[in-house]
T-cell receptor, first 116, second 119 residues
Framework: AQKITQTQPGMFVQEKEAVTLDCTYDTSDPSYGLFWYKQPSSGEMIFLIYQGSYDQQNATEGRYSLNFQKARKSANLVISASQLGDSAMYFCAMREGEYNFNKFYFGSGTKLNVKP | DAGVIQSPRHEVTEMGQEVTLRCKPISGHNSLFWYRQTMMRGLELLIYFNNNVPIDDSGMPEDRFSAKMPNASFSTLKIQPSEPRDSAVYFC?????????????????FGEGSRLTVL
């Protein structure tokens, strides 16, 4: 079974609008971390936001927020007020386990295009 | 602060040649990961180390691939002999993983990648 599933290979959004990128995960470990990374066309991987499995509130970082629904095992990324510079690949990732010897799993990514 | 440093950034080689990719993790980080990225297969975890010890190498595609981490500040990924299907971007990433409660998220910090082309 896939550990991380991103079902949207590509998405379009109009500049200044909000967009939600979907991510579901699969784990039986009670302790895990969820991450989103951005990969622009230049290729670097940029960390955006983190959500711990025990965190009660949804994580937010500027225009990024993580809609964490634990029972549904989903960790969707919401980007508010999209900008042209948000056009990139976005990867959802999960780290299983408390902290030690933990393994990172990445989804297949969603390519976001922001239209002017 | 210096980030994860990878070299070379670009490598073009011929089939059958040995390729060595290098990585210097962020100082103080105790976990190091090697990933391979291709259009077809996305991001694949090849191997990861914790405190210089290989923890999981199940992602290494075959015996032609080997990785070492002789000390906390250096790791290599070697392909011998290389084949055209090895062409990809290889990322090294490091993180600090420790006991909980210190606010550390354990996020991965990626290098800029090494783009390998095997002709």
């Amino acid at each position: 079974a896939q550990k991380i599933t991103q079902t949207q290979p590509g998405m379009f959004v109009q500049e200044k609008e909000a967009v939600t990128l979907d991510c579901t995960y699969d784990t039986s470990d009670p302790s895990y971390g969820l991450f989103w990374y951005k990969q622009p066309s230049s290729g670097e991987m940029i960390f955006l936001i983190y959500q711990g499995s025990y965190d009660q509130q949804n994580a937010t970082e500027g225009r990024y927020s993580l809609n964490f629904q634990k029972a549904r095992k989903s960790a969707n990324l919401v980007i508010s007020a999209s900008q042209l510079g948000d056009s990139a690949m976005y990867f959802c990732a999960m780290r299983e386990g408390e902290y030690n010897f933990n393994k990172f799993y990445f989804g297949s990514g969603t390519k976001l295009n922001v239209k002017p | 602060d210096a980030g994860v440093i990878q070299s070379p950034r670009h490598e073009v080689t011929e089939m059958g040649q040995e390729v060595t990719l290098r990585c210097k993790p962020i100082s103080g980080h105790n976990s190091l990961f090697w990933y391979r990225q291709t259009m077809m297969r996305g991001l694949e975890l090849l191997i990861y180390f914790n405190n210089n010890v290989p923890i999981d190498d199940s992602g290494m595609p075959e015996d032609r691939f080997s990785a070492k981490m002789p000390n906390a500040s250096f790791s290599t990924l070697k392909i011998q002999p290389s084949e055209p299907r090895d062409s990809a971007v290889y990322f090294c990433a490091s993180s600090f993983t420790g006991t909980g409660g210190n606010g550390n998220t354990g996020e991965l910090f990626f290098g800029e990648g090494s783009r390998l082309t095997v002709l």
